[in-house]
T-cell receptor, first 107, second 111 residues
Framework: KNEVEQSPQNLTAQEGEFITINCSYS?????LHWLQQHPGGGIVSLFMLSSGKKKHGRLIATINIQEKHSSLHITASHPRDSAVYIC?????????WGAGTKLIIKP | DAMVIQNPRYQVTQFGKPVTLSCSQTLNHNVMYWYQQKSSQAPKLLFH???????NEADTPDNFQSRRPNTSFCFLDIRSPGLGDAAMYLC??????????FGPGTRLTVL
């Protein structure tokens, strides 16, 4: 069992749909990161959170420390949101990476 | 704009020929990281600098070395690249244990 697990692995949706990607972790972490990676591209940090909820534009990230669970939501999804979304647990400068969720938004 | 810059974006080297990858940052972050990412895999941390303190991951091969001459610059040296070292190399920075900011990566090809 991986220390950080994401679901689903792949997600295809229509433009405008509300998207949810889930992340569960089984290790002690000081924070959880959500990152985005486009094909062949670098990695962009979306959120770093240790409690509660953060919002940036159409993106919302939540974390439940007791349940060791985090979610990333995308409202009004757009084809440009198509990318791999990765959650990673922060443990003493080491990021423990999830396997990523490949998201495709169709026009 | 403050950013993390990696040069070159694409590097081709020959088997066994030393290569140096470069990372610079204008964020004035005190922590810099080097990751190796192979196709369809998560990035793997090779080492990080906290200020001038070098921290090597236990499983990073001796073939990989790093230098950080000042706050802004960090270099990854691969002394004798093998075919298995072909990968994307990502540099990242953070302020302490804060959010990490990634560069665009250098894709290394070993012939």
């Amino acid at each position: 069992k991986n220390e950080v697990e994401q679901s689903p692995q792949n997600l295809t949706a229509q433009e405008g749909e509300f998207i949810t990607i889930n992340c569960s972790y089984s290790v002690g972490i000081s924070a959880l990161h959500w990152l985005q990676q486009h094909p062949g591209g670098g990695i962009v940090s979306l959120f770093m959170l240790s409690s509660g909820k953060k919002k940036h534009g159409r993106l919302i990230a939540t974390i439940n420390i007791q349940e060791k669970h985090s979610s990333l939501h995308i409202t009004a999804s757009h084809p440009r949101d198509s990318a791999v979304y990765i959650c990673a647990g922060d443990s003493n400068y080491q990021l423990i990476w999830g396997a990523g969720t490949k998201l495709i938004i169709k026009p | 704009d403050a950013m993390v810059i990696q040069n070159p974006r694409y590097q081709v080297t020959q088997f066994g020929k030393p290569v140096t990858l470069s990372c610079s940052q204008t964020l004035n972050h005190n922590v810099m990281y080097w990751y190796q990412q192979k196709s369809s895999q998560a990035p793997k941390l090779l080492f990080h600098y906290y200020d001038k303190d070098f921290n090597n991951e236990a499983d990073t091969p001796d073939n990989f070395q790093s230098r950080r001459p000042n706050t802004s610059f960090c270099f990854l040296d691969i002394r004798s690249p093998g075919l298995g070292d072909a990968a994307m190399y990502l540099c990242a920075t953070s302020r302490g244990r804060g959010e990490q900011f990634f560069g665009p990566g250098t894709r290394l090809t070993v012939l």
